[in-house]
């Protein structure tokens, strides 16, 4: 069974740090495209970031650019996100996802993702 876990959120101020993980189990995904995606209540899912399946490559959603930065480590099966200066309009349920396999990192509609976690919240208060 995939399983992909999401840990690290929490409740923070305004310009603070947080590190999301995100733990993939029941396959590899080494070679698959990874993303972040994040929910406010009340408005759609939206992509934060894509990382390619080597990692060398991302894209980064506008309103999270300069701020937050994805890794992935494929010996652990993870990926991980850095959100710095964290703003109030970044709370949402933040979510892990992954495609069947390798595909653009401009792929940033949800439905493009096979796998999804149960997603985190993050809140910051101002």
């Known amino acids: 069974q995939v399983q992909l876990v999401e840990s690290g959120g929490g409740l923070v101020q305004t310009g603070d740090s947080l590190r999301l993980s995100c733990a993939a189990s029941g396959r590899t995904f080494s070679t698959a495209t990874m993303a972040w995606f994040r929910q406010a209540p009340g408005k759609e899912r939206e992509f934060v970031v894509v990382i390619s399946w080597s990692g060398d490559n991302t894209n980064y959603a506008d309103s999270v650019k300069g701020r937050f930065t994805i890794s992935r480590d494929h010996a652990k099966n993870t990926v991980s996100l850095q959100m710095n200066s964290l703003k109030p309009e970044d709370t949402a349920v933040y979510y892990c996802?992954?495609?069947?396999?390798?595909?653009?990192?401009?792929?940033?509609?949800?439905?493009?993702?096979?796998?999804w976690g149960q997603g985190t919240q993050v809140t910051v208060s101002s």
């Open positions: 996802a992954a495609a069947k396999t390798a595909m653009s990192i401009y792929r940033t509609n949800p439905t493009w993702y096979a796998y």
